[in-house]
T-cell receptor
């Protein structure tokens, strides 16, 4: 049974810092891995999709990597801003469903 | 290009009632998935439909059901509501083939009293 874990559960850093969020999964048989952002009380915004054959994807200040063999993904956020404050969730796509981590709640202090 | 539309945005229902939630996908998307989000359990998969066929189902009781129409719009129904069904219900759509990005609606916030 696929299980997804995100570490840390919460993170508070001053504005301008570079930071790394971690996601691990137990079964390497995945189609892809997606990172999402969720603002309080809102839906999910897709940030990056890494297909199973890829090693990393970049979008602006965000970079996500995938190491299927070790069951790990990282989301790197460069030069963090207060607007980056949100909960970040990773999900692995397996058999027509997304299996989710519990999320990392990120607070960027001005 | 319009995004994923979920209606209604908010619902308050009484225990024992039933409820129907709707999801209209992005144009051209044929796969619709439903998820339940609660503070205690996080995000959990309910079911996925593609071309009106359910391809996968999560571990929820039979009170939770869904369907998809020929225009790819989907509905989910919860019968005999319980207090524990209070949650944010999210719908995701994608083109339908494997390895494609999922896009989410804003969700329906269901409160059972």
């Amino acid at each position: 049974k696929q299980e997804v874990t995100q570490i840390p559960a919460a993170l508070s850093v001053p504005e301008g810092e570079n930071l790394v969020l971690n996601c691990s999964f137990t079964d390497s048989a995945i189609y892809n891995l997606q990172w999402f952002r969720q603002d309080p009380g809102k839906g999910l915004t897709s940030l990056l999709l890494i297909q199973s054959s890829q090693r990393e994807q970049t979008s602006g200040r965000l970079n996500a990597s995938l190491d299927k063999s070790s069951g790990r993904s990282t989301l790197y956020i460069a030069a963090s801003q207060p607007g980056d404050s949100a909960t970040y969730l990773c999900a692995v796509d397996s058999n027509y469903q997304l299996i989710w981590g519990a999320g990392t709640k990120l607070i960027i202090k001005p | 290009k319009a995004g994923v539309t979920q209606t209604p945005r908010y619902l308050i229902k009484t225990r024992g009632q039933q409820v129907t939630l709707s999801c209209s996908p992005i144009s051209g998307h044929r796969s619709v998935s439903w998820y339940q989000q609660t503070p205690g359990q996080g995000l959990q998969f309910l079911f996925e439909y593609f071309s009106e066929t359910q391809r996968n189902k999560g571990n929820f009781p039979g009170r939770f059901s869904g369907r998809q129409f020929s225009n790819s719009r989907s509905e989910m129904n919860v019968s005999t509501l319980e207090l524990g069904d209070s949650a944010l219900y999210l719908c995701a759509t994608s083109p339908g083939s494997a390895n494609t990005e999922a896009f989410f609606g804003q969700g329906t916030r269901l409160t059972v009293v």
